[in-house]
């Protein structure tokens, strides 16, 4: 058995070598928030964050992830009464479509935030280059990311109601 710390719980799995981590975490932990978009690593879909930096879980292996902190979009809210910012500010501008993507946006965009909260246009164009949406929720996406910037910059809680 393998031990994985997921959002800060233990979670004992079986990972063959070479076994994905999007696979242990939808089908053994049943967090199945982080969706499966192309598996080859060109999409996002499946973007969680390995000791705070966003990875493509579907082409990493979960041995590999043994011992560091995996969070998953289920682990993002500071507690079970209050979404991140992030959330909150994608409720604000209705950000998804279809919403298969949005998982992978969000944790780029968390990841984005925490390590530049105040990203230009062009590092928000960098940061998110890697995640497709087919339903090219683009500029929502875009528009999200910088009210929750905003949010962060002046501390005070980002309101759902617009
Ligand atoms: S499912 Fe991992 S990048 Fe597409
Ligand atoms: S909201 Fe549908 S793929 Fe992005």
Known sequence: MTRLTINGKEFEV????GMPLLWVIREQCKLTGTKFGCGIS?????TV????QPIRSCITPALSTEGKNITTIEG?????DTLHVVQQAWIAEQTP???YCQSGQIMSAVALLDANPNPSDEEIDLAMSGNICRCGMYGRI?????????ALQSSTPNPIIP
């Open 14 to 17: 079986n990972a063959p070598a």
């Open 42 to 46: 060109q999409c996002g879909a499946c």
């Open 49 to 52: 964050h390995l000791d705070g």
């Open 76 to 80: 993002i809210a500071p507690n079970p």
């Open 97 to 99: 479509q279809c919403g």
């Open 142 to 150: 875009k528009s999200a990311i910088k009210r929750a910037s905003e």
